[in-house]
């Protein structure tokens, strides 16, 4: 059974970049088959798609924070990362790694909150 | 992109009574809908995948139909554990989108 794993900072300043590491278990991200994939949720909303890294490297990414954002993988780590730039307060939400195919498997998610 | 509508936003019932929230897709999406649980704190957790099957471990009082762009999920009777927030989203096309949720409080 796969794991997910968030981790990084919980406060990140206005204007600076805000980074996040999921570490996975239980499954390779090298293995071709998956989505290797971020999501967010600002408190008291909903579910927002952020992007993903897949096999190769390939990456697709939203069209409203593609200027903003990079996410990359590790497979010697077996982890996957979010870089977004020029963070505002509207950047605050709890950010999801998961893991996407037919389904979604969640990590458990990590509260970023960006203060000015 | 696929926009997904949920009704309505909120559904107030009673233990025992059954609950059917709907999920509008702006276009065509085949039978690529899941629909997640979330309760406070908590990551959302796999209920339906492909419109009508139930994940592993999901009671058969949660059910799942539709084709197209009109989709429904229906519990049958709600238990306690079930008062929560409901999300639709679909797989048919990227970028992935999420329904804006429905949630089931109690009355």
């Known amino acids: 059974q796969v794991e997910l794993q968030e981790s990084g900072p919980g406060l990140v300043k206005a204007s600076r970049t805000l980074s996040l590491t999921c570490t996975v278990s239980?499954?390779?991200?090298?293995?071709?088959?998956?989505?290797w994939t971020w999501i967010r949720q600002p408190p008291g909303k909903g579910l927002e798609w952020i992007g993903y890294?897949?096999?190769?490297?390939?990456?697709n990414y939203n069209t409203s924070l593609k200027s903003r954002l990079t996410i990359s993988a590790d497979a010697s780590n077996n982890q996957f990362s979010l870089y977004l730039s020029s963070v505002t307060e509207a950047d605050t939400a709890v950010y999801f790694c998961?893991?996407?195919?037919?389904?979604?498997?969640w990590g458990r998610g990590i509260l970023v909150t960006v203060s000015s | 992109e696929v926009v997904l509508t949920q009704s309505p936003a909120t559904l107030s019932l009673s233990p025992g009574e059954r609950a059917t929230l709907s999920c509008r897709a702006s276009?065509?999406?085949?039978?690529?809908l899941a629909w997640y649980q979330q309760k406070p704190g908590q990551a959302p957790s796999l209920i339906i995948y492909?419109?009508?099957n139930r994940a592993t471990g999901i009671p058969a009082r949660f059910s799942g139909s539709g084709s197209g762009t009109d989709f429904t999920l229906t519990i049958s009777s709600l238990e306690p554990e079930d008062f929560a927030v409901y999300y639709c989203?679909?797989?048919?096309?990227?970028?992935?989108?999420f329904g804006g949720g429905t949630k089931v409080e109690i009355k």
């Open positions: 276009q065509n999406i085949k039978n690529y």
């Open positions: 239980g499954d390779s991200i090298s293995s071709g088959f998956y989505y």
């Open positions: 890294v897949y096999h190769g490297g390939t990456t």
């Open positions: 989203q679909q797989r048919s096309s990227w970028p992935l989108t």
């Open positions: 492909d419109a009508s």
């Open positions: 998961a893991r996407v195919a037919t389904t979604i498997e």
